[in-house]
């Protein structure tokens, strides 16, 4: 969709399994600080600890404002200027990933995902892998034979799935006919449990060190319940205020907390997704396609899907099936329309040149000048290391316009000579000699306008098509044009 962009600051999130102690996730972060701390370019660094850092559209449609929890750090990482340094943004982040090789075997159970950000529209994952079927708990199976293959793919970090840890976990039974002969309704065992141990608000407290107002939470010191065992040591008050154990009512049994169902346009639905630092998203799709296209998951059997321009959804939740989003879906819908946008483009073109000239031959050779354009676009592209981007199409689309005026300028020439009395070839010969200054001087224009474009990292693609293609389309106009012209005029000749 769109090369990587030169920014001055980037995330980090840390993911440690479910269920894990808010210490533990901390000593994850504060080990990544250090390391921060000694990476070149980095000015300072903000972890945000149980909770996300401020959202922006990049976090918004990661669905970063739904995550918190024990598990979960993020840290804003500030750069210096670009201006001032001579390593890009993403170049810093690629020696991080390195850096963080050490920590991801010291914390194994942590997942370090470094997130750039994007210059475009942004993703959910750069490759995103969504998984659909009639059996969900197969689906969550699968995804970690997917992320294994995610993982295999060069390049690849960030590797996650949307399947949590299983969390151990404790129910409370409330026994209803002892409940009932203690007068004690289980409604009050569920909020003497909620108060003591996430507690109640007592209200506010405003401080004038603080911006916002400090709730006030009242609950059982963390020493107090940390064990299940302390949880039935409680005691609850009945209508006439005797003090029954939550014992003598209630039992507690061990359970698996249930996990999250995720679906996307009413489908249930795994995602596994992850980033790409060192290649382009279209090789990683087409090798885990190419990887996953039929293979046996789960003991199911998963065909892959919609990589071509129709954004396809499942076709049968009888069947199990990949279907691919993320930058991939995105560059296909966004290329489909600039297509689109293309073709309609040539189309009023030709209505509006076969309106001039009231033929419907020498439109065709004026707009036989487009297609010259794509000899200098591509190997331009390849000379200068340039990625075929969204704006290098748009800089296409730009291009059809101005080398049909070029052309526009020598038919005229010689549609004009040739009713002044001049043979073909003569009026074809004098429209080349004397239109070239203008035709020249409008691509330099063209090309030195574009120039200082070259070097962005999002725009670089728009300037490469401009220069390379007019340099291309200007140099085979003023031959291939007048040609076409003057093989069309003998060839009518000869069939008089």
């Known amino acids: 969709m769109l090369p990587n962009d030169n920014t001055n600051t980037f995330l980090l ?12 996730t901390d000593e994850v972060a504060r080990a990544v600080g250090d390391v921060l701390a000694h990476t070149e370019h980095v000015v300072d660094y903000q972890t945000f600890l149980g909770v996300t850092a401020t959202v922006d559209f990049a976090a918004l449609v990661r669905g970063d404002i739904l995550k918190s929890g024990t598990n979960l750090a993020q840290i804003r990482v500030n750069l210096l200027d670009k201006h001032a340094r001579s390593e890009s943004s993403h170049e810093i982040v690629s020696g991080l990933d390195d850096a963080f090789i050490p920590l991801r075997k010291r ?15 942004p993703v959910q994952s750069q490759v995103l892998a969504e998984l659909y079927g009639p059996d969900y708990d197969v689906l969550r199976a699968a995804a970690s034979e997917v992320g294994t293959a995610f993982k295999s793919v060069y390049g690849m970090i960030n590797v996650d799935d949307s399947v949590t840890a299983s969390v151990d976990s404790y129910e409370i039974h409330v026994d209803a006919e002892k409940a009932a002969l203690a007068g004690i309704a289980p409604a009050q065992v569920a909020k003497l449990l909620h108060d003591y141990v996430s507690g109640f608000s007592l209200g506010t407290l405003h401080v004038e060190e603080a911006r916002e107002p400090i709730n006030m939470t009242v609950r059982l010191a963390r020493a107090e319940r940390q064990s299940p065992g302390q949880i039935l040591s409680l005691s609850v008050v009945n209508a006439v ?7 003598s009512i209630a039992t507690l049994r061990p359970v698996v907390a249930v996990k999250p169902v995720y679906d996307r346009d009413q489908h249930p639905v795994v995602m596994v997704g992850g980033e790409l630092i060192r290649s382009s998203p279209v090789y990683a799709v087409l090798a885990l396609d190419n990887m996953l296209d039929n293979k046996s998951m789960a003991g199911e059997q998963f065909t892959t899907a919609n990589l071509g321009f129709n954004d ?12 691919w989003g993320g930058e991939m879906r995105l560059t296909l819908d966004v290329f489909r329309d600039l297509g689109s946008a293309f073709i309609v483009a040539l189309v009023l073109i030709y209505l509006v040149l076969v309106g001039y000239y009231k033929s419907f031959v020498i439109p065709m050779i004026v707009m036989g000048a487009i297609p010259l354009t794509l000899v200098g676009v591509f190997p331009g592209h390849w000379l200068m290391g340039q990625a075929f981007t969204a704006t290098s199409m748009i800089g296409v689309i730009a291009l059809a316009g101005i080398v049909v005026r070029n052309s526009l300028l020598l038919i005229d020439f010689i549609i004009e000579y ?16 004397i239109r070239f200054r203008p035709i020249l001087l409008t691509a330099l224009a063209i090309i030195l306008g574009s120039a200082i474009m070259v070097t962005d990292p999002v725009f670089g693609g728009l300037a490469v098509s401009l220069i ?12 291939v044009i007048p040609l076409l012209y003057f093989l069309w005029k003998r060839g009518a000749k000869l069939a008089v």
């Open 241 to 247: 205020g005797q003090q029954v154990p939550l014992s």
């Open 312 to 323: 396809a959804q499942p076709k049968d939740m009888k069947d199990y099936q990949i279907l």
């Open 418 to 433: 040739e009713a002044r009395g001049y043979s073909v070839s003569d009026a074809v010969i004098e429209a080349g000699a």
């Open 107 to 121: 914390f194994p159970e942590a997942k370090i995902k470094l997130y750039e950000t994007p210059p475009g529209p």
């Open 13 to 24: 999130e840390i993911n440690t399994p479910a269920g894990t102690a808010l210490a533990r």
């Open 468 to 479: 390379f293609g007019t340099f291309a389309s200007t140099a085979l106009t003023l031959l």
